[in-house]
Nanobody
Framework: QVQLVESGGGLVQAGGSLRLSCAAS?????????MGWYRQAAGKQRDLVAT???????DYADSVKGRFTISRDNAQNTVYLQMNSLKPEDTDVYYC????????????WGQGTQVTVSS
């Protein structure tokens, strides 16, 4: 099993920055491969924000390219999301997800952290 704990959300003015963190713990943390961040507004589907493989390859949603940076510390089993130039439309609950490398793959989700960007 893997448990994820997120931190770093909050309220920020448009143009500001926040850094989200998600730390993994548990007996299966050594099987973790991909890590990512997703966001979800009330009543809407959860959308991908950014992902990063164990080797460091990244992928971003078009809406955040050039503003957000995903990174990870494999030794600390932690994934980060640096969010710059925040916009009101970035307001959402942000969730981290980690996927293990065993078959069948299993997704683990964090509890979510609220990010609110005021105009």
């Amino acid at each position: 099993q893997v448990q994820l704990v997120e931190s770093g959300g909050g309220l920020v003015q448009a143009g500001g920055s926040l850094r989200l963190s998600c730390a993994a713990s548990g007996s299966d943390i050594f099987s973790i491969d991909a890590m990512g961040w997703y966001r979800q507004a009330a009543g809407k589907q959860r959308d991908l924000v950014a992902t990063i493989t164990r080797g460091g390859a990244t992928d971003y949603a078009d809406s955040v390219k050039g503003r957000f940076t995903i990174s990870r510390d494999n030794a600390q089993n932690t994934v980060y999301l640096q969010m710059n130039s925040l916009k009101p439309e970035d307001t959402d609950v942000y969730y981290c997800k980690m996927t293990n490398m065993v078959l069948p793959p299993t997704d683990y989700w964090g509890q979510g952290t609220q990010v609110t960007v005021s105009s």
